[in-house]
């Protein structure tokens, strides 16, 4: 049984709305073992930046009750390093790379990708506006609207492939903070980085993380993406993407985990991403493989969901 589950969001056509979420499938050679990274829709890369960074110093990644907790410290080998040692094993498999970038001052975030803008293989740049502004007190790029969209301005301005940006749920206002950076030139929205935690040990009563808090993932927060994704519509009319419903709006929005079947006529692509999570917002994600396969038995989606899981190669 075939189906259709091809999408297109900020001018890219991917086959299917399965992606790779940044920060969740390293680089994406890692799972190259074990799995066809053709099959994918896409692969947002982990983070890149301009020189390497060692992270921060373990204990760094605590379990949690549906998901986890995480202060990896943006560890990564550098944009130059990607450039020349991943980025020309990533081209020989048929999905769209999208670079991830971010740094610590304007600059940086424009030299990554200057450097990037002379690969071949990459399909777009998703920003990391998570990201402490060095030269504005340290405020995140993403919990001012004005600083992110004069980030994405910039980038814009240098970057011939698309600009999609990861908002932060940390943000006071995350709504303006979208709009500013569609107005800026966003060719889409990703919904949503991490959310700031805290574990604590009963028994020292200290942070099981060494930097304290954490970044939230994890089947815990696919309900979070899916309602900032309805929060932060853009005014205007033309394709768009989102984690859940479907509406006008002009910014391609894709979000944190899988995705429902793409709409016509200049609708909404419901396209989500969220970490480790395979199913779509018509399946709970602590749902078992049983119930999962009664539900495709059952649901008048039935057809699409077979491909989707054919999609996944779910042993269901």
Known sequence: MSCDLSVEIA???????????SGTFGYGLEFAPWFDLGRLGGI???????EPLEGN???RIVETHGGMLNAIGLQNIGVRAFVTEKLPLLRQFQTHIIANVFGSCFEEYLDVIRILEDAEGIAAYELNVSCPNVKAGGMEFGND???AARLTEACKRIARRPI???????????VRVARAVEKAG???????????????????????????????SGPALKRSPCAWSIRSPAPSASPSSAS??????????SSSSLARRPCKSGRRTITTRSSRSRSSKAFNSSASSREFRRFAR??????????????LGTDA
């Not at 001018?11 to 979420?21: C, T, V």
């Not at 008048?300 to 899981?309: D, E, G, N, V």
């Open 11 to 21: 001018g890219l056509h991917f086959k299917n709305p399965i992606l790779a979420a």
């Open 44 to 50: 947002c890369t982990k983070g890149l930046s301009l």
């Open 57 to 59: 110093p373990p204990p």
């Open 145 to 147: 609207p004005d600083e």
């Open 164 to 174: 999609i940006v990861k908002l932060s749920p940390n943000a006071g206002d995350i």
């Open 186 to 216: 966003a060719d889409a929205l990703s919904a949503i980085n991490t959310i700031l935690g805290l574990s604590v040990d009963v028994y020292t009563r200290r942070p099981r993380l060494a930097t304290g808090m954490g970044g939230l």
């Open 244 to 253: 859940a419903g479907s509406r006008p709006s002009k910014t391609p929005w």
């Open 298 to 311: 059952s649901s008048a989606r039935s057809r699409w969901t077979s491909a989707l899981l054919d999609t």
